[in-house]
């Protein structure tokens, strides 16, 4: 049976982030991370529109709010060190409507009280920016920026490497025995056993499944895919870095927006519709049990019936191409269904507790030998260096973080 110090589950962008932060922190050490997929960061993190996001939505004081801020200057001193690409191109948020703006205002609050650079600008200076924009009041955040995260994770797994640590790919978790002290923990895999001091759970969008093997699991993952369209190169000039909507507060989503990619690709999206797999990348995909998990979750239903006629907007957005670049068309007029083709979706992980509450923050819990990231949504690539070390730290810490 192998053993380690530390065996990571998951080899997204948290759990690299927690390897690379372990060795770090305690060089020399035993660390596995187990990745059930035949490369890396092939889900959440390799799917999102990779932006350096800034912290400006978030309450303060929250973890996404602190760990976002911590973890985009960390993030942009290993892009330098590593010689990775990135760009700190900024972002515009648009207000399109009068009754968008007290909103916009409550978000610009944030940012400033989380110490984001930003400023509220009008029409002219908008279209300075981004010529191409319709809005009435924006927020301009010049600190925003975009890289490519799987670049990063494949950097993050070679140091791993580098430090003596383990990166198996092809490895799925099925089960877990926590001996407690003083013995550890036994992994049950489908290549066989392993043994190890300590679990850090970091399963992403399986992140309750795995919890469930070591603790009562207090929320469910239920999985929303978006799904985006790329822009054609001939609509390229459309779209200068990263446009914006105003979002509702309510709704834990951004609403579609613009992306240019560190490749210099544009892409646009994504909506919110419930996935029917939490690998349902395609309309198509249909896992019948994680289905049936869903639906049979009561909290599932009380979440539908309160945002119902949003989740309408969304799903005919995902049904009408038309629909969807009406949505684009707020931001930017001159777009058309011409200019854009289907890219691949990705899926969010949203994590909801059985009262029907949308659980919007990261949450972390530690049980005996085991730290369960149960909910780390957007801007986890963002914060994802500060998580790692954040998670690292609290094996000496209070056993919920």
């Known amino acids: ?81 590593e010689g990775i690409d990135f760009d700190i191109c900024g972002k515009v948020i648009v207000a399109t409507d009068p009754s968008e703006i007290s909103r916009m205002e409550a978000i610009y609050k944030r940012g400033k009280a989380n ?20 809005g009435i009041q924006a927020i301009h955040v010049p600190e925003a920026g975009i890289v490519n995260y799987r670049q990063v994770c494949r950097r993050l797994a070679e140091i791993v490497t580098e430090k003596g640590g383990q990166v198996k790919t092809g490895v799925r978790v099925i089960g877990m025995t926590n001996r407690k002290q003083p013995e550890g923990v036994i992994l049950e895999t489908s290549t066989g056993a392993f043994e190890t001091d300590y679990v850090i759970n970091c399963a992403g969008l399986y992140s309750d499944k795995v919890t469930a093997m070591s603790q009562k699991r207090e929320m469910r993952i239920v999985p929303f895919r978006g799904e985006y369209f790329d822009i ?44 029917f797999g939490r690998e349902g990348y395609f309309k198509t995909d249909l896992n019948l ?60 992980a949203q994590a909801l507790f059985p009262d029907g509450k949308l659980l919007d923050d990261f949450f972390i819990q530690r049980s005996d030998r085991v730290i369960n990231v149960c909910n780390a949504p957007s801007p986890a690539a963002t914060a994802s260096l500060n998580v790692g070390r954040i998670i690292v730290g609290s094996f000496s810490d209070s056993p919920t973080l």
Not at 259 to 272: F, K, L, Y
Not at 291 to 301: E, G, K, N, Q, R
Request: aromatic fraction near 8%.
């Open 1 to 81: 049976m192998e053993n380690a110090n530390v065996i990571i589950v998951g080899g997204g962008i948290v759990g690299l982030s927690s390897a690379y932060n372990f060795l770090k922190e305690r060089p020399g050490s035993r660390v596995l991370v187990l990745e059930k997929e035949n490369d890396l960061a092939l889900h959440q993190t390799g799917r999102n529109s990779g932006v350096l996001h800034s912290g400006i939505y978030y309450k303060p004081g929250s973890l996404k709010a602190v760990n976002c801020r911590a973890g985009k200057h960390a993030m942009e001193d290993f892009c330098r060190k």
């Open 232 to 275: 054609k190169p001939e609509g390229h000039h459309l779209c200068k870095n990263l446009i914006y909507p105003v979002p509702d507060p309510a709704f834990p989503f951004l609403g579609v927006h613009f992306t240019r990619m560190i490749d210099g690709s544009v892409e646009c999206g994504p909506n919110a519709v419930l996935a």
């Open 115 to 134: 110490g984001v650079e930003c400023e509220i600008i009008g029409p002219e200076r908008l279209r300075e920016i981004e010529p191409h924009c319709n």
């Open 289 to 348: 049990p994680e289905l049936f998990d869903t639906l049979s979750y009561p909290a599932f239903w009380k979440i539908s019936l309160k945002y119902w006629r949003m989740g309408m907007g969304e799903m005919w957005r995902s049904i009408s191409k038309k629909a969807f670049v009406k949505a684009l068309q707020r931001l930017v007029p001159e777009i058309r269904s011409e200019h854009l083709e289907p890219a691949p979706a990705g899926i969010r």
